[in-house]
């Protein structure tokens, strides 16, 4: 079966495409589950710690985090369907790598909640 498939560079550029893109969707989420766990985020957001008082906050904050991301995916799903007919796919590829520049630089400089909220969810677009 694998013996059929013919691989041209238009088919191997789209793969890598493709691949790239989904790489950086799951990369984001790796990073905030990993983040997440960090005795430094809850200081520097001033979330409460797992064990005192406030931490159903601080679970509800996490939960947005990830809900967030995956809304923002979902949301440019539906863009990307519509503006590679109508834009073209090249237009589409570049909206799409200025959108992930700016969430991400929105998501790094963050200095509360709602800014790396705000910054997930462009980011996610993505």
Known sequence: MLSN?????????AAIVSAIGTISTAYGLAIIG?????????????????GTTGYSHTTRIIAALNAINSAGAIIGCLYHVWS???LGRKKTMIIGCIVLTIGGAICAGAVDVAMLLVG???AGIV
């Open 84 to 86: 590679s007919e109508t």
């Open 120 to 122: 997930r969810g462009i």
């Open 34 to 50: 990993s983040t997440v766990g960090q005795p430094s985020f809850y200081t520097y957001l001033k979330l409460a710690p797992q």
């Open 5 to 13: 498939i013919i691989v041209n560079r238009y088919n191997l550029w």
